[in-house]
């Protein structure tokens, strides 16, 4: 099984829905990270995290980390079709300071 | 001015040769990292060098050996391509340490044919 697991592995929803996607592991994140990814383009970076139960928001889109800083979940309110890419989580995890371990990703699709 | 910049953006090649992918960045970061993702869109890191010395090699098979010139620079060179190297790969860099994002470039795309 991966260290950092993404659910769900793919997501559809109408334009102007919200939705959520979820990053977990079973070892302490630290900074963790949200990055998205269009097709054939890099990684793009959305938001840091370091703190448990911090909070980060940036237009319509909000990140949080759980207090016992193994869970972190992506929020989109409002979902519109440039939101649409591969979502990624990446952690530092105890034990593994010198890389960032990423999540197996989320494909997020906007219908129109 | 492109932060992180990777060449070519496109590699097609055939089983058995030897290839090169660069990587350069303007950041002035002392850490580079060079990433695989799979078909699966799986993410994975292969190597991380931080001032030009090898930090992390991540079981990857000795046919795939970085080579940083200089801090700004790591180049993947792959000897006896094979076709299960067809994947997507990411030079990224950082400041090092767990409170500051690394920084990706656009990927290259190798296929093995």
């Known amino acids: 099984s991966q260290e950092l697991e993404q659910s769900p592995q793919s997501l559809i929803v109408q334009e102007g829905k919200n939705l959520t996607i979820n990053c977990t592991s079973s070892?302490?994140?630290?900074?963790l990270y949200w990055y998205k990814q269009k097709y054939g383009e890099g990684l793009i970076f959305l938001m840091m995290?370091?703190?448990?139960?911090e909070e980060k928001s940036h237009e319509k889109i909000t990140a949080k980390l759980d207090e016992k800083k193994q869970q972190s979940s992506l929020h989109i309110t409002a979902s519109q079709p440039s939101h649409a890419g591969i979502y990624l989580c990446?952690?530092?995890?105890?034990?593994?300071?010198?890389?960032?371990?990423f999540g197996t990703g989320t494909k997020l699709q906007v219908i129109p | 001015d492109t932060a992180v910049s990777q060449t070519p953006k496109y590699l097609v090649t055939q089983m058995g040769n030897d290839k090169s992918i660069k990587c350069e960045q303007n950041?002035?970061?002392?850490?580079m990292y060079w990433y695989k993702q799979d078909s699966k869109k799986f993410l994975k890191i292969m190597f991380s060098?931080?001032?030009?010395?090898?930090?992390i090699n991540e079981t990857v098979p000795n046919r795939f050996s970085p080579k940083s010139p200089d801090k700004a620079h790591l180049n993947l060179h792959i000897n006896s391509l094979e076709l299960g190297d067809s994947a997507v790969y990411f030079c990224?860099?950082?400041?090092?340490?767990?409170?500051?994002?690394?920084?990706f470039g656009q990927g290259t795309r190798l296929t093995v044919v």
């Open positions: 060098y931080n001032n030009k010395e090898l930090i």
């Open positions: 950041l002035g970061h002392d850490t």
């Open positions: 990224a860099t950082g400041r090092g340490g767990m409170n500051t994002e690394a920084f």
């Open positions: 070892k302490t994140l630290y900074g």
């Open positions: 990446g952690a530092y995890l105890s034990g593994g300071y010198q890389k960032v371990t």
């Open positions: 995290l370091q703190k448990g139960g």
